[in-house]
């Protein structure tokens, strides 16, 4: 059974840092996109960032530049370093991993609060 275990949301100020964490058991993740998502109040769920096997990265155009995603596939973790936040980027962030090829084969983690606020 697949779980993602995610960790390090919180209340940081404007143009603090943040970085969570998500942990995943239960499967080999090497065909596995792994990344993060991020839902607002009232709004849609928005890719942030994500990372292949091998090291591919993108991110959502908000976030290109101050977030970076990174992964170790040793230890079948994703992290996400969160720099300069900004207000609206206060969400409940969501670790997701999907099957490269099976996209059915998706799992979430439960969501972790990111509040960035003075």
């Known amino acids: 059974q697949v779980q993602l275990m995610e960790s390090g949301g919180g209340l940081v100020q404007p143009g603090g840092s943040l970085r969570l964490s998500c942990a995943a058991s239960g499967s080999s993740f090497r065909l596995f996109v792994m990344g993060w998502y991020r839902q607002a109040p009232g709004k849609q769920r928005e890719l942030v960032g994500a990372v292949t096997n091998d090291g591919s990265t993108n991110y959502a155009d908000s976030v290109q530049g101050r977030f970076s995603i990174s992964r170790d596939n040793a230890k079948n973790t994703v992290d996400l370093q969160m720099n300069s936040l900004k207000p609206e980027d206060t969400a409940v962030y969501y670790c997701?991993?999907?099957?490269?090829?099976?996209?059915?084969?998706?799992?979430w983690g439960q969501g972790t609060q990111v509040t960035v606020s003075s």
């Open positions: 997701n991993v999907v099957h490269v090829l099976v996209r059915s084969l998706t799992y």
